[in-house]
Structure formats: structure tokens, C-alpha cells
């Protein structure tokens, strides 16, 4: 054996105001291109028929004021003020908050959690929690426990987050179509009524098919383009409104004032009640302030949204006001919108603009969409999907193929469903308001639980905030069957689903768990009994986190034969965002010594990227061989009756975050032989471990190496589980249609379970077993 010695140190990066300023100016592109397009169809959903504008301009008036107070309310209030707070080590969303209740009160759907995961560096690194007040208040306690004792309460809680996610799903159906289909609007102005509807609806949909036909390329390719499109949106639609201000009414000012929507509401009553539908339209994308902190920071997006996009917003409402306060349109030609408070002179400029920022702001939420997605499926809530890593160098710039032709299929049969952005706007502002509900529920229980405040506080919360979102959502859902119905039959197929394989991945890991095998029953495995050990490393990846996995039984018996090392590999989530790769592996001994049987847990948070299987290889050769050079033999001999002698597991980091660790290192060739090593192969690939400059092992250990180093040269096999789930005889027949139908049929349409881990088909062997649930 080969030993080198190696040394290194890892620098600090202090992130600076420059940079802090560059990461807001590229905000601009990716997270408030939704946000920012939102002037393009507001005024045009409110007036769509529910209010009338009147001489007395009341309507107008009201409506200002209430985008004004809305606006300044939940983005810049709620979003920028609270919620922004309350990051997961830096990254936000609904799985964010969901994961630090996880932590908190142990309400985790991860069915194979450990005590060493709440060791870990990031488990309990809050944001926004004062780390002097280390307990929680009594009612912080009381709640904690409740939420720990029924599992009812877990279910409604995991059932509400998936909720949200749903329903970010099926914005990212509505957003590109009401987006695309409000740019393109303006080409009402050159043609008749009775024609618009026939150019329109063609030109959206094929805007919609290039923008997701794009998306295999990564917006890493055209991201650059992102914020100059948004800053040049931003600066016209603020120039446009300032124009329209000074030229036509500069009292619209005093339409701030909230004295406006009491007179609004008091005059319009039930039809201004309905028109909040079309209001709360000017607050879509706020979420994706929140959901998108993980690729910027929170001082940036604040500086974004407050010094750049709020004014500019409110200008451009104000001088739509001021335009439309001054000119009382028919109804017929009050479908243009937007476009029409344009000076004539500069509009196909701007709409141009207009449809280039709409693409943006629908990249950005197809591009959450698959975030999100990925989030949920490394957390066992959705079914197994191929991921495409776009770029090498951005983090989390990703492209699902499945979800993207679905999201496209579906945007264009609601844009050429609906035809019009009244049915599109009423169907997008439920989405939009059901995700800011579930946030503010969330994070009223994350204020008591993670940030140990006074539950009069989470009340006063939930009881201001909520309240109203509460009267945007009724005024949605009054329009359920004109388009609201969008979202909730999209969130119910994808809740469905979603469920059915959580509620499938739970019940097969309880069968796992049931019909794991002893550690006295490797003591029964002897060469009297037939076994024959072959060369190599055999990888059995399972989602047991101890004990014996009944797949590695069940091939034992049909197969009496497995490799000279073995190597027990479980795969797992946490429920952090990363997991700092110092702290990547769990590996432990799985029996007596001379086995050479080995356990290694590799944990991935929900925004972890694993991507590379040489690598991975390695680091897993690597992890095995530095726990075998630092262990220390226990001072108590185990009782060989214990069945769970091999719970003693070591933290072991990645070999290129441990450099005072074992490195591997691999050549070819005979004239880079291994001193030690002889083959009768000329080609064969050659490995050899790295050691730090002062180590020094036993013989023993050193003995363990060199069978390890030859295990590696052979090669490794992946041995995998092919599942079938069936329920057991006597289930009550909803569990019978969730497992034999739902959660069956969904596990044979989606990626297998090596797919994930990026394992050569060439070394993977699956085995084939019944599970009984």
C-alpha cells in the first residue's frame, strides 16, 4: 500500500455591499419578473364586470388604494419584513418553513430519521430565533407536545404544506398563459374586436411552446438577458406612469389614502367585494421572494424590492389611475387595459417589452416549479423524476423533463380553454392566494416554535395577516366556476399523488423495518453453509438505517454468494436544506470484523445536489476507508446477543472536505503499478489510498486497507430493490385502491429507484421482492 501525505485549509468568503448589490440587481431578472408584469392585466380583471367606472372616478379610487395598501401590506410588510426572516439556513419556501417545524417538534414525514441528524452543524442554525432564549415559553412547550403526541395533527400539517406546494404547482401552469396572454393583448389596438381573439390565442400559445421547448438549455444560457428585460420593464412602466400623472391628474396621490376603500367598498358592496379577485392579481409573485432567498440573499432582495420594484409598481398603478380618471371608456373598449393608458407614439415598443418581461416572469416560475419538485421528491413526497442539472457552475439550475411537457400541455389548454384573461385571472389569483394562506399559517407556528416568541404574537399574526388573505381567498373561490376551478382541480390531482406515494413510501419502509434480519443471523453465515465470497465491493442500497435488509437475505438464500466486502449504503434525506459535506457519511461495522461488512449513510439535505457517481464512488470507498484507520476499538466488549451492535456509527466527511482524511487515488497502466499489489493484468485500473502526514494505524487496520484497496480495484455492484407492493388480505378498500391501484401505478410510470443515484446499469443487479403492506 501506497501512503502519501497531504495537507490543506479551506478560505473564508466575506460577502461585501458591492456584492450585495450585484446579487439584487440580478434578482431583478429571476424573481421579479412575475411580480413586476402584474400592471399588464390588474386594472382589466377588476373592471372586468363585476364594478362599473362611474363619473365620480370613486371606483378607481378605491381600487388604487387598494393596490397601494395591498402592496405595501404583504410584499414589503409580510414578505419582506417577516417571512424573509425565517429563512432555513438560507433558503426559503414552503418546504423551508415545513422543515424547521421538523425540527423543532419532530412532526418529520421522513420515516428513517436518526438522533445524529439533530447533530448536525445547520439542524439547529435558525434564522430570526434569539439564541439567549434557548427554551420555549409554556404555550411554545404545550404546543410542541401536542403536535409530537397526535399523529393527526402531523398529517394535517404535511397535508397543508403539500397543499401550498401544490398549489405553486398549478401557478406554474397559470402564470405563463395570463402572463404571455396580457402581453400580447395590446394588439387589440390594430384590429377589430371580432378578430383580435383569432391572433391572439396563436401567437401566446406559440410563445408558450418556444419558452418551454427552451428550458432543456438552463437559463444559466440567456440568464444575462433576464435583468436587463426586467430594469428596462421596471423603468417604463414607472416613466409611462409618471407621465400619466403629471399630464392628467396629479391629485391621484390622494387616492392612497385607505379613507378611498371604505368609500369603494360602501358604494360597490358585493361587486367590490367580488372584484378583490382581480386586485389581489397585483401581488402575484410576491411568494417567489421567499421561495428564491436560497439563490440570493436576504439583503439583496430587500434592496431590490424596496429601492427598485415597489415604487416602480406603484407609479405604474398610479398612472393608470390618473389616465383612467380622466377618460371614462365604454365598457367594450375597457377590455385593453394596460395598453391603452400607453402613449400612442411609444406603444409596439413597449409591448414588445411587455412580452419579453412576461417570458421572463414565466421562467421564473417554471424554473420554481422544478425547485420545488425536486424538494419534494427528496423528502419521499413525490414520485421519482429524471433531473437534468443545466449548468455545472450555478447551484440548482435544473430542468425536469416530465414536469416541464406537463406544464406545457397544461398552459396551453387553459389559454386556449379560456381564451380571455378574466377566467385566467380568477384562476391564478386563487393559486396565489392559497400559497400566501398556507405561509402565513406556517410561519405562525414557526414564530412560537423556532423563534420561542409569545404565542400572542403568532396570533396577532395570523389574526392580521390572515385576515386578509381570508378576503382575497372568499372573493376567489365566489368565482369557482368562472376559472377558480383551475387551481383546485390541479392541486387535487397533484395532492393525490403526492399523498398516495408518501402515504406507499411509509407503508413499504414499515415492512422493511418488520421483516429486517438480526445481526445474529450474519454469525449463522459460515463456508460449512455454502456461502462463497467473490471479489469486490457489493453495494446493497436500502432505506434502513440499521439491521439487515430482507432484500440481502432474500438474494443470499437464492444466491448463496456476495463480494469480500459489503457495504449496507442508505441514501437519506434531512431535513435541513444542505448538509455540509464534512459531515456527509455515517459509517459503522455491521457485525464481527473479519466480515468485513460495513454500513454507510450518506445524508443529502432537500436542496443537495448528487449528481456524479465516480465521485460518489469514491467518497464512499473514501468514507469507508478513513472510518477503519480512526476507529478505536470499544472499551466493552458487545454482548453478541445484542441485535444492534452496529448503531456505533462515526461521522465521516467527503474526501475532498477531509484533508487530514484517507484520499484515493486511481491509475492505469503497468508502469504505475501499486508497490504491494501484484496483478496478471497489464491494463487493470490501480487504486491506492492517500494518508495524512501523521497518521498511523495498526496492523490490523492496515491489513483492512489493503483488502479494501483490492475490493476496489475489482470493482463495486450495485445490488438494488425491486419492489411490488400489494396490500395484505383483511385491508379496508381504501387501502387497497391507494396501494394496489394509485401508488402501484405510479411507481411503475416513474424512474426506478437507481435512477437517483446515478449508478451504472452495467454494475447494478436488482432484486425482486413481494412487499406485503
Not at 123 to 143: C, D, E, Q, T, V
Not at 463 to 479: D, H, M, Q, V
Request: with cysteine; proline share 4%; hydrophobic share 45%.
Amino acid at each position: 500500500m501506497d501512503l502519501e501525505r497531504v495537507s490543506g485549509s479551506n478560505p473564508v468568503k466575506k460577502e461585501s455591499w458591492w456584492a450585495v448589490l450585484t446579487l439584487a440587481y440580478q434578482s431583478l431578472g429571476v424573481v421579479y419578473g412575475d411580480l413586476s408584469t402584474s400592471p399588464l392585466y390588474v386594472y382589466k380583471s377588476t373592471f372586468a364586470e363585476d364594478i362599473q367606472h362611474s363619473e365620480t372616478n370613486e371606483e378607481i379610487f378605491g381600487v388604487l388604494s387598494l393596490v397601494f395598501w395591498t402592496l405595501t401590506l404583504i410584499p414589503l410588510v409580510k414578505y419582506v419584513f417577516i417571512v424573509l426572516l425565517a429563512d432555513d439556513n438560507g433558503e426559503g419556501g414552503t418546504f423551508a418553513l415545513y422543515s424547521l417545524l421538523c425540527r423543532h417538534a419532530r412532526i418529520s414525514s421522513l420515516p428513517n430519521c436518526q438522533l445524529a441528524d439533530e447533530e448536525l452543524s445547520e439542524y439547529r442554525n435558525i434564522s430570526g430565533a434569539n439564541p439567549k432564549n434557548r427554551k420555549a415559553p409554556g404555550w411554545g412547550l404545550n404546543l410542541k407536545y401536542t403536535l409530537e403526541k397526535y399523529s393527526v395533527l402531523q398529517n394535517m400539517l404535511l397535508v397543508l404544506a403539500l397543499i401550498g406546494t401544490c398549489m405553486v404547482i398549478g401557478d406554474g401552469v397559470l402564470t405563463p398563459a395570463i402572463s404571455v396572454f396580457s402581453a400580447v393583448s395590446g394588439l387589440e389596438l390594430s384590429m377589430s374586436k371580432e378578430h383580435h381573439q383569432y391572433v391572439e390565442v396563436p401567437i401566446a400559445c406559440g410563445i408558450l411552446i418556444l419558452l418551454f421547448s427552451l428550458q432543456h438549455y438552463g437559463t444559466h444560457r440567456v440568464g444575462f438577458l433576464f435583468a436587463p428585460i426586467v430594469v428596462t420593464w421596471l423603468f417604463c412602466i414607472s416613466a409611462i406612469g409618471v407621465y400619466n400623472i403629471f399630464h392628467w391628474n396629479p391629485l391621484v396621490y390622494k387616492a392612497l389614502s385607505p379613507y378611498y376603500i371604505y368609500k369603494f367598498l360602501k358604494k360597490t358592496r358585493k361587486g367590490g367585494w367580488m372584484s378583490l379577485g382581480g386586485i389581489l392579481l397585483c401581488i402575484t409573485g410576491s411568494e417567489a421572494m421567499f421561495a428564491d432567498l436560497g439563490h440570493f440573499s436576504q439583503s439583496s432582495i430587500k434592496i431590490a424590492f424596496t429601492f427598485m420594484v415597489y415604487p416602480s409598481l406603484i407609479l405604474a398603478y398610479m398612472g393608470q389611475a390618473a389616465y383612467l380618471s380622466k377618460h371614462h371608456i365604454i365598457e367594450s373598449d375597457y377590455r385593453i387595459g394596460f395598453y391603452v393608458s400607453v402613449p400612442e407614439r411609444i406603444r409596439w415598443p413597449v409591448l414588445v417589452i411587455a412580452i419579453l418581461a412576461a417570458v421572463v416572469g414565466s421562467q421564473a416560475i417554471i424554473t420554481g416549479t422544478f425547485s420545488i419538485i425536486k424538494q419534494c421528491s427528496a423528502l419521499g413526497c413525490f414520485p421519482r423524476v429524471k433531473i437534468v442539472h443545466t449548468s455545472s457552475k450555478v447551484h440548482g439550475q435544473i430542468y425536469i423533463p416530465e414536469i416541464n411537457w406537463t406544464l406545457m400541455l397544461l398552459c396551453l389548454a387553459v389559454t386556449i380553454g379560456f381564451r380571455d384573461t378574466k377566467h385566467i385571472s380568477n384562476a391564478s389569483g386563487l393559486a396565489v392566494i392559497t400559497v400566501m394562506l398556507v405561509t402565513t399559517c406556517l410561519m405562525s407556528l414557526v414564530i412560537v416554535l423556532c423563534w420561542r416568541k409569545s404565542i400572542f404574537l403568532a396570533i396577532g399574526f395570523i389574526f392580521f395577516f390572515g385576515t386578509i388573505e381570508a378576503l382575497y381567498f372568499s372573493a376567489s373561490l365566489i368565482k369557482f366556476l368562472e376559472g377558480a376551478w383551475v387551481p383546485i382541480a390541479l392541486s387535487f390531482i397533484f395532492l393525490v399523488i403526492m399523498y398516495i406515494w408518501h402515504y406507499g413510501t411509509l407503508k413499504k419502509y414499515e415492512f422493511d423495518v418488520q421483516n429486517k434480519v438480526s445481526i445474529n443471523w450474519i454469525l449463522t453465515l459460515s463456508p460449512n453453509l455454502g456461502i462463497v465470497r467473490v471479489r469486490g465491493i457489493g453495494v446493497i442500497n436500502t432505506e434502513l438505517v440499521s439491521g439487515i435488509p430482507a432484500i440481502f437475505s432474500h438474494f443470499v438464500t437464492n444466491l448463496p454468494a456476495f463480494h469480500q466486502v459489503v457495504v449496507f449504503l442508505c441514501v437519506k434525506s434531512v431535513p435541513v436544506p444542505h448538509v455540509k459535506p464534512e459531515e456527509r457519511f455515517l459509517v459503522g461495522r455491521v457485525g464481527p470484523k473479519e466480515y468485513r461488512f460495513y454500513r454507510c449513510i450518506a445524508r443529502y439535505g432537500y436542496r443537495d445536489l448528487h449528481r456524479d457517481d465516480v465521485e460518489f464512488e469514491n467518497d464512499l470507498v473514501c468514507s469507508i476507508a478513513e472510518f477503519i484507520r480512526s476507529e478505536r476499538p470499544p472499551e466493552n466488549s458487545p454482548d453478541p446477543d445484542e441485535s444492534e451492535t452496529d448503531e456505533r456509527l462515526t461521522v465521516v466527511g467527503t474526501s475532498s472536505s477531509n484533508v487530514e482524511g484517507v484520499r484515493i487515488c486511481e491509475n492505469g497502466g503497468p508502469s504505475e503499478a501499486i508497490e504491494g499489489i501484484s496483478s496478471p493484468e497489464n491494463q487493470r485500473k490501480r487504486v491506492r489510498f492517500v494518508l495524512p502526514e501523521s497518521s498511523r494505524i495498526e496492523r490490523g487496520a492496515e491489513e483492512e486497507l489493503t483488502e479494501l484497496m483490492e475490493a476496489r480495484e475489482a470493482g463495486m455492484a450495485f445490488i438494488m430493490g425491486h419492489s411490488y407492493v400489494r396490500t395484505k388480505s383483511g385491508s379496508s378498500f381504501m387501502k387497497k385502491i391507494a396501494i394496489n391501484l394509485g401508488y402501484d401505478f405510479i411507481r411503475r410510470n416513474s424512474r426506478g429507484p437507481c435512477y437517483g443515484l446515478s449508478t451504472p446499469h452495467a454494475s447494478t443487479l436488482e432484486v425482486g421482492m413481494v412487499y406485503l403492506v
